[in-house]
T-cell receptor, first 113, second 112 residues
Framework: LAKTTQPISMDSYEGQEVNITCSHN???????ITWYQQFPSQGPRFIIQGYKTKVTNEVASLFIPADRKSSTLSLPRVSLSDTAVYYCLVGPTGPGNNRKLIWGLGTSLAVNP | DVKVTQSSRYLVKRTGEKVFLECVQDMDHENMFWYRQDPGLGLRLIYFSYDVKMKEKGDIPEGYSVSREKKERFSLILESASTNQTSMYLC???????????FGSGTRLTVV
C-alpha cells in the first residue's frame, strides 16, 4: 500500500500561490495521485487527479516529477475560502482497488487576510 | 449538479438501538462507500460496494453491515449502536474505473 506524507499545516496570505507537496516513495506503476479538499462539517471534495507530468483544471494544478515519488498541488492566488484540509491519496483505480486508498490526516491550510 | 445525499445531517441514538444511515447518489456511479471520520484518525473505510447486491469489507467493518438493493442507494446499518460508534459518517460514490470520489455532506451520529 502506498503511504503518503504531507505537512500537517501551512499558512498563507490572500493572493499568494500555495504549493502543497506530498511524498509517496513506494508508489506503484498503476497508482494514480488524487487530491481532495475538505471544509469543516462537510465531506471531502475532489480537486484533481493525475498520473504523471502536469495536470491543470479550473481550480488547481498538479505537478508530478518523472520518478512519481512525490507530487505538488498548486493553488493559484488563494483566498480566505481556500482555508481547508487538503488530502493527498495514492492508489489504483478500478473495481476492488478502492480499499487500498489510505487517507492520511491531510494538510490544514490557513489563508490569512 | 451531481449529488450524493445522506438522509440526516445529525442523529442522536441510544446505546443498543439499530441505526440506519441512508445514502443516495444520482450520478449512475457503480461504486459506493461508507467511511467514518474521527479526529486524529482521518477517514477509515467501513464497507464498499462496486455493484448492486455486492459488498466488501473495508478496514473497520465490525459492528456494521450494509445493503445495496438498488444502484443509487447504499445503506449503512449499525446493528446495536455503541458509544464508540459516535462519529462523522461519510458516504461517497465513484465511477468504476476512473475519477475520484464524490462525497455526501456527512451524518454526525452521537450514541448516548
Amino acid at each position: 500500500l502506498a503511504k503518503t506524507t504531507q505537512p500537517i499545516s501551512m499558512d498563507s496570505y490572500e493572493g499568494q500561490e500555495v504549493n502543497i507537496t506530498c511524498s509517496h516513495n513506494n508508489i506503484a506503476t498503476n497508482d494514480y495521485i488524487t487530491w481532495y479538499q475538505q471544509f469543516p462539517s462537510q465531506g471531502p471534495r475532489f480537486i484533481i487527479q493525475g498520473y504523471k507530468t502536469k495536470v491543470t483544471n479550473e481550480v488547481a494544478s498538479l505537478f508530478i516529477p518523472a520518478d512519481r515519488k512525490s507530487s505538488t498541488l498548486s493553488l493559484p492566488r488563494v483566498s480566505l475560502s481556500d482555508t481547508a484540509v487538503y488530502y493527498c491519496l495514492v492508489g489504483p483505480t478500478g473495481p476492488g482497488n478502492n480499499r487500498k486508498l489510505i487517507w492520511g490526516l491531510g494538510t490544514s491550510l490557513a489563508v490569512n487576510p | 449538479d451531481v449529488k450524493v445525499t445522506q438522509s440526516s445531517r445529525y442523529l442522536v441514538k441510544r446505546t443498543g438501538e439499530k441505526v440506519f444511515l441512508e445514502c443516495v447518489q444520482d450520478m449512475d456511479h457503480e461504486n459506493m462507500f461508507w467511511y467514518r471520520q474521527d479526529p486524529g484518525l482521518g477517514l477509515r473505510l467501513i464497507y464498499f460496494s462496486y455493484d448492486v447486491k455486492m459488498k466488501e469489507k473495508g478496514d473497520i467493518p465490525e459492528g456494521y453491515s450494509v445493503s445495496r438493493e438498488k444502484k443509487e442507494r447504499f445503506s449503512l446499518i449499525l446493528e446495536s449502536a455503541s458509544t464508540n460508534q459516535t462519529s462523522m459518517y461519510l458516504c461517497a460514490s465513484s465511477l468504476r474505473t476512473r475519477g475520484g470520489y464524490t462525497f455526501g455532506s456527512g451524518t454526525r451520529l452521537t450514541v448516548v
